[in-house]
């Protein structure tokens, strides 16, 4: 597959769009995928040739050779990721400059070899946006709100990425479909029902127990032959309703999936790309497939299809060749550092185009080993691979990769524990590892294939749509279900709420763009909290760069209102993370404010040591800084402004507020991490204001099992806050509001019921009369939405911020809306998706929308607006700093103080 170079932003995308499809292009059909059940009999396996060659044996013998024994379980030491620091890993505008903490390196627990090996694949649900059946029987509590639409703001005319489908047809009619004798295989009953296709028409949707019609056949018996056996078969056709068309979502996904194949489209895990017209990126390794997100799903608007442009990246080398480059340089290691860069990540199997997540490595299996079928017939990994795909293994000494199933695929098998065993050979990577995301170089290359400007991405949707109604097949299948789609995007209008003032200490202004970080740094700050016993731990080699870090750390906080007196200055000689802590805990005393921490260079290893020891052997607030970061002298003072911002912030200071008309108001924030390729306990996060211009917090956590998203311990969380809220105020909050992060669509239930009942109850603790209005929303960024503007020339280009949607493209019987509170100057925005799923408040939707987008601009990691509110951004913050660092209760005498920061 060869790519045509780095042609400009969205290149790839724009020649998916506009070239005829290259020939000779692969469009064989995919072979479905077989389970594999092993016999777990080792004496199967067969023996090793005499002079074994290839890279997998040298995978095997090399480790057997280096440790003389079996891998044993254990935990891979983390690494340390580049640009250690205690700031946000974002781009900062307006001299704004990163100092670090970019996405630490995540460490994978090995476990032992699975003692049965098969393979089992589910098919990919229609889309990632479709709609669970749970979710649509959502309860909401929302009192007065029959009305979800606002008015407040000036108008403005919108497009999105929605397109309207129109179904000319009164109902699409449900059958129940059963077989006397029973048919178990799904294939068989399609093929005995399909032999009375001049009974029930060509057009038709089956699963395999429920056929869909456009039409109305009377119920029914019909005799069929089994091909296999020519024994006769009962087919019971049984009609059970007439479905309205905003009721047949799931067929409508189902034929959009034909749709799909008709483009030629390869489906990868739940969305379609095009692997023919890639592109390379050579200098990485890596491959760009431009593809589409598609879902059709009932909206305010009406029946909709949401569409949206995507890439699938993709890594050249195999997972094999990958294994013996680590090989080459680990090589008494190499099963650890193995483990530590394969598990967790996700691989390609282009044979099939499935997806699969490497969970284990079968070091002691490969592909000559043997597996019995479900139909009893034994067969080898080789030969398998040969006859069903037509893939000639080359190397038979390499290890098995092992994909265990997920939650459903277990409750789908009868809890029955099924796992995928993959050949390294045939496997690709896919997505990119942290230390990719860590490169600047590697992500400014993808992102000029990648990044996409509004008008582009409007001009592809619209010749999206010209490439389906060009289309003879697609204009026959959308015909039959009598299914029209418009030819443009859809067009709405929105409003922009008005502009908010920041208010300082002797100053309050309204930015012209939501980016304030020249006034905070020139004024002084809302409340500022005096310097006066701090110590800076260095080594050696940065003794003057500390020494110039102090003398600008005199001049910026003078600007800010800060006094500061000079800190105690510690030299160790040398950089080891032992001499670090030992320093530190001689330094710490009851009256001590704050640990600066100059490390010479990043390391995960270290980090964590003083982090745990100043946030959970200790209760101090600390300060990582890099050296490199204030090693240029021409950005020393801007970097410095910053920092000692920041340090405001961690003693319990206050940088800027707003305008906040609701009085004895709490605002909570909830997000949970996952520490998913370790398989550890996830963290809850739980974040609370404490006074009335919601600038101060008081924070909590919790643990729970491991990818559970639902947290069990708010009770706890949600209790102490409200204590500590009324020991500031001297009375209780009569309403509170939780913006609730992380949550899917298919949980929202869950989170109105379970968590909210959690929530509720710990009223009573305060008094049988105390019951404030509760309000529940939950917030979603990782969503398919766009929203486009347009300019006085006509040309679409993102939203101002504050543009807030509320009708047409939100979700039909739900309190939501869409909030643009960002300002993007790069690629196309994406606006945060707000769910009320329970509010008992008075609030009308304009206080809600103008709320929420007021806390995006609460966030003192960032003088301007941020994605989500203030206090699910920290919450976010919290949960990773435990979760990746810490992972100990931090000590709660830090919990009225913005420490994590």
């Known amino acids: 597959m060869s790519g045509f170079g780095r042609g400009g ?8 769009l506009d070239e005829p499809r290259r020939p000779g292009a692969s469009s064989s059909p995919r072979p479905e995928p077989v ?27 090399l480790g057997q050779q280096l440790t003389g024994k ?60 479709a709609v669970d059946e749970q979710m649509k029987k959502i309860h909401i509590s929302i009192e007065n709100k029959e009305n979800k639409i606002g008015t407040c703001g000036t108008r403005v005319e919108l497009s999105a990425n929605y397109i309207h489908l129109r179904c000319e047809t009164d109902a699409v009619y449900q059958y129940a479909v059963s077989y006397e004798p029973q048919i178990d295989s799904r294939n068989m009953r399609a093929h005995l029902l399909y032999q009375h296709s001049d009974v029930i028409g060509s057009v038709r949707a ?40 905003e009721a047949c979502i799931s067929v409508y996904n189902v034929i959009f999936r034909r749709v799909m194949d008709k483009l030629k489209l390869k489906q990868v895990g739940r969305h379609y790309f095009d692997p023919s017209r890639s592109v390379e990126v050579p200098q990485h390794k890596l491959q760009i497939w431009p593809g589409y997100i598609t879902a059709i799903n009932e909206y305010d608007g009406g029946l909709m299809l949401q569409t949206d442009m995507s890439h699938k990246v993709l890594c050249y080398e195999t997972v094999l060749e990958s294994m013996t480059t680590i090989i080459q340089h680990s090589q008494r290691n190499f099963r650890e550092v193995c483990t530590r860069e394969l598990i967790g990540s996700v691989v390609l199997t282009r044979y099939n185009n499935k997806t699969y997540r490497i969970d284990d490595i079968a070091w002691d299996k490969n592909p000559k080993c043997t597996f019995t079928l479900h139909n009893g017939q034994e067969t080898s990994f080789v030969d398998y691979y040969r006859r069903s795909y037509n893939k000639e293994i080359k190397d038979l000494n390499q290890p098995l990769l092992i994909s265990r199933p997920k939650k459903k695929d277990k409750n ?82 929105g409003r922009i709420l008005p502009k908010e003032k920041i208010h300082l200490r002797g100053k309050a ?7 304030w970080g020249r006034e905070v740094c020139r004024e002084k700050v809302i409340s500022a909290v005096d310097l006066t016993d701090w110590v800076v731990v260095f080594s050696r080699r940065d003794a003057q760069r500390t020494t110039d870090f102090i003398q600008m750390m005199f001049q910026v906080t003078r600007q800010m209102g800060i006094n500061m007196s000079d800190p105690v200055r510690l030299e160790i000689p040398d950089d080891r993370t032992e001499s670090y802590l030992r320093v530190i805990r001689d330094a710490i005393n009851p009256r001590l404010q704050l640990v600066v921490i100059i490390f010479p260079t990043s390391r995960d290893d270290r980090y964590n040591a003083v982090k745990k020891l100043c946030c959970y052997e200790s209760a101090v607030p600390s300060q990582v800084i890099i050296s490199k970061t204030i090693g240029q002298a021409n950005k020393l003072r801007s970097v410095v402004q910053k920092i000692a911002l920041q340090i405001n912030c961690k003693l319990g200071g206050e940088l800027w507020s707003l305008d906040i008309p609701l009085k004895r108001l709490m605002v909570v924030g909830i997000d949970v991490y996952h520490d998913s390729p370790r398989n550890k306990k996830s963290i809850g996060a739980f974040v609370a204001s404490t006074n009335n211009l919601l600038t101060r917090w008081y924070s909590r956590v919790c643990f729970q099992m491991p990818h559970q998203e639902l947290i069990d311990g708010l009770r706890l969380c949600f209790l102490a806050a409200i204590k500590k809220y009324a020991e500031l105020n001297h009375a209780l909050p009569e309403k509170i509001i939780i913006f609730r992060d992380g949550v899917g669509d298919g949980q929202l239930s869950m989170v109105a019921d379970y968590e909210q009942k959690q929530l509720s109850e710990c009223f009573a603790s305060f008094g049988a009369n105390y019951n404030p209005s509760l309000a529940i929303v939950v917030v979603q960024k990782r969503i398919n939405t766009r929203i486009l503007g347009t300019d006085h020339t006509g040309q679409m280009t993102n939203p101002a911020p504050g543009v807030v949607v509320d009708h047409s493209i939100t979700r039909k019987g739900w309190y939501d809306f869409f909030l643009v509170s960002q300002h993007v100057r790069q690629g196309t925005l994406t606006p945060t998706h707000y769910v009320v799923v329970h509010d008992k408040t008075t609030l009308k939707p304009d206080h809600m929308q103008r709320l929420a987008y007021k806390l995006t601009h609460l966030y003192y990691n960032w003088p301007g607006t941020v994605r989500v509110p203030a206090p699910c951004q920290y919450a976010h913050k919290l949960a990773y700093l435990v979760g990746q660092n810490i992972q100990r209760e931090p000590h709660l005498s830090l919990a009225d103080k913005l420490y994590f920061l």
């Open 9 to 16: 932003r969205g290149a790839a995308l724009l020649k998916l």
């Open 35 to 61: 389970k594999f059940h092993s016999n777990g009999d080792s004496s199967r396996v067969g023996p090793v040739p005499s002079r074994p060659k290839g890279r997998g044996f040298m995978l095997a013998a």
């Open 70 to 129: 079996e891998e044993s379980n254990g935990v891979s030491e983390p690494r340390m990721p580049s640009g250690k620091g205690d700031f946000e890993p974002k781009s900062y505008g307006r001299g704004f400059s990163p100092i670090g903490e970019s996405q630490l390196s995540r460490v994978s627990e090995r476990h032992s070899p699975p003692q049965g090996v098969t393979s089992k694949q589910s098919p990919p649900p229609s889309s990632e946006t």
């Open 206 to 245: 089956f699963d395999g127990a429920t056929l869909y019609l456009p039409i109305k056949v009377q119920s029914q018996v019909f005799k069929s032959i089994r091909p296999t056996d020519k024994v006769d078969v009962m087919v019971n056709l049984k009609l059970v309703k007439e479905l309205p068309p």
């Open 412 to 493: 789908r098998n009868q809890g029955q524990e099924e796992v995928i065993c993959l050949i390294p050979e045939l496997s690709y990577r896919t997505g990119l590892t942290d230390a990719m995301r860590a490169d600047f170089r590697v992500m400014k290359d993808l992102a000029t294939h990648t990044r996409i400007t509004p008008n582009q991405r409007h001009f592809g949707l619209t010749k999206f749509v010209e490439r389906l109604y060009g289309n003879p097949e697609i204009l026959e299948e959308l015909q039959k279900w009598n299914i029209r789609l418009d030819k443009t995007p859809i067009r709405l209008e």
């Open 509 to 515: 202004f309204i930015p012209p763009i939501p980016d």
